[in-house]
């Protein structure tokens, strides 16, 4: 059974500062990772998405890896700003299920002005 | 651009009423998702539809049911609201499994 775990549940950091998210997944037969950001109150924004053939992907600030073969994944965001403050979650979609789609927890994240 | 439109935005039941979420997607997307999300916890897929007259069970479906009759539509019904079903409810779509959903706002459910 296919579990998505992101450590850790919540992080503050300073402004300014690069931080890296984590996210692992204990079955390699994915079709793809997706990062989300959820804001309080509100739905899910997809950040990124890696396909499985893909070792990253770059959105301004932010850059994801993937590496499939040890089950992990990294956010990483470069210059943290306030605005930044947000819960991520990660997902990934099962080979074969693009029903299935497997979420972590979340990280919360806030970044110290 | 509306995305995906959820409504109500909130909403309080009684024990054993019953209900429809609301759903609505202006995008022309063919999956379309429900899922919820408990405190401090991932989400969780309770349906799923991949086409208008095409839906299917998630991995929570207990006391649950939906209809898709028109692409852009996906409500969810609850029929005899339990205190477990509190919960914040998320719609999502997408043009395909494997491309990016976009999700609602939520409905914040809760049953008393």
């Known amino acids: 059974k296919q579990e998505v775990t992101q450590i850790p549940a919540a992080l503050s950091v300073p402004e300014g500062e690069n931080l890296v998210l984590n996210c692992s997944f204990t079955d390699s037969a994915i079709y793809n990772l997706q990062w989300f950001r959820q804001d309080p109150g509100k739905g899910l924004t997809s950040l990124l998405l890696?396909?499985?053939?893909?070792r990253e992907q770059t959105s301004g600030r932010l850059n994801a890896s993937l590496d499939k073969s040890s089950g992990r994944s990294t956010l990483y965001i470069a210059a943290s700003q306030p605005g930044d403050s947000a819960t991520y979650l990660c997902?990934?979609?099962?080979?074969?299920?693009?029903?299935?789609?497997?979420f972590g927890k979340g990280t919360r994240l806030h970044i110290l002005p | 651009n509306a995305g995906v439109t959820q409504t109500p935005k909130f909403r309080i039941l009684k024990i054993g009423q019953s209900m429809t979420l609301q759903c609505a997607q202006d995008m022309n997307h063919n999956y379309m998702y429900w899922y919820r999300q408990d405190p401090g916890m991932g989400l969780k897929l309770i349906y799923y539809s991949v086409g208008a007259g095409i839906t299917d069970k998630g991995e929570v479906p207990n006391g649950y049911n939906v209809s898709r009759s028109t692409t852009e539509d996906f409500p969810l019904r609850l029929e005899l609201a339990a205190p477990s079903q509190t919960s914040v409810y998320f719609c999502?779509?997408?043009?395909?499994?494997?491309?990016?959903?976009?999700f609602g706002d939520g409905t914040r459910l809760s049953i008393l």
């Open positions: 890696i396909q499985s053939s893909q």
């Open positions: 997902a990934v979609t099962l080979m074969n299920r693009d029903d299935k789609i497997i």
């Open positions: 999502a779509s997408s043009t395909k499994g494997l491309q990016p959903q976009h």
